[in-house]
């Protein structure tokens, strides 16, 4: 920030902050320490719903083919974009990750104030995803490239680690460093306001659901804890159904009506 005076948090944060003490008052009460948790009585902060941001094919393609940076910034991009994965997903992903055209997704790459871990899944469960057709030749380009880089660093390459996206010699790139550089990278194209690296996850699951995938296995494929989690996130995706629906309704009906014979009540 420009200026280093304090700021009021955003509602999120503080709700989030109330999540944790509350658990540790519960943990409190279950061992015998307290007997109320205070947090219950306390007035959190509403939450503002706002209308996620979706990006247009187009211009999903326009980020990746002008995207400068990090060397892998175009084919992370990519990735990101085709499997609707958190930005910390996609960077932890290994090359023993990739197997049979789909993504094996079971940690994240997160940045803390002592360096760079990693971690398991925000909901802690493994899943699997698959790949467009088109891919794993992006792929594969991908890892050519990575090979020359391999090839440079020799012994100092930080094979152990296999990462798929990853700093000229194999070490984890920096996930706030590739959120920053996408932004710019958004002002840069003019998209529309507000545009960021989670919109592209945002852009795959509206579109997805816009083309009429079922949204279980978009709640699936983006890892959420539940089929509600996604519905609430993505209910103006979803609303745009309902009219179709009605239609699918009506021509079942009116197909019925056609194949009843005649004289049959």
Same mark, same amino acid.
């Given at each position: ?68 940076? !990090? ?9 990101? @974009?085709? /499997?609707?994965? +958190?930005?910390?997903?996609? *960077?932890? =992903? ?73 700093? !000229? ?9 590739? @959120?920053? /550089?996408?932004? +710019?990278?958004?002002?840069? *194209?003019? =998209? ?74």
């Amino acid at each position: 920030r420009k200026s280093k005076s304090p700021r009021p948090m955003k509602p999120k944060t503080v709700r989030n902050i109330a999540g944790l003490v509350s658990s540790a008052f519960l943990r409190a009460i279950k061992w015998g320490l307290v007997t109320t948790n205070p947090v219950t009585h306390s007035d959190l902060p509403k939450m503002k719903k706002r209308s996620g941001l979706a990006l247009l094919p187009s211009e999903q393609d326009r980020m990746v083919e002008c995207a400068v940076g !990090p060397w892998c910034l175009g084919t992370f991009l990519e990735v990101a @974009s085709a /499997t609707g994965c +958190r930005r910390g997903e996609v *960077l932890a =992903l290994r090359w023993s990750d990739i197997q049979d055209g789909a993504a094996f997704v079971d940690r994240s790459l997160c940045q803390i104030r002592g360096g760079l871990i990693f971690k398991s899944t925000k909901t802690e469960k493994p899943r699997r995803i698959e790949l467009p057709p088109t891919m794993p030749a992006v792929l594969a380009r991908h890892r050519e490239r990575q090979d020359e880089f391999r090839r440079q660093f020799g012994p100092e390459y930080r094979s152990d680690l296999d990462l798929i996206f990853a700093n !000229p010699d194999g070490s984890p790139l920096k996930p706030d460093s590739v @959120s920053g /550089t996408v932004s +710019r990278l958004c002002r840069t *194209l003019k =998209l529309p306001k507000g545009a960021s690296l989670h919109t592209v996850r945002h852009s795959h699951a509206s579109l997805l659901l816009e083309r009429g995938v079922d949204i279980a296995t978009v709640s699936e494929r983006l890892g959420h804890s539940s089929v509600a989690t996604t519905a609430a996130i993505y209910a103006h995706a979803i609303r745009g159904k309902d009219r179709a629906a009605a239609q699918v309704w009506d021509d079942v009906m009116q197909q019925s009506r056609a194949e009843k014979p005649t004289g049959v009540n």
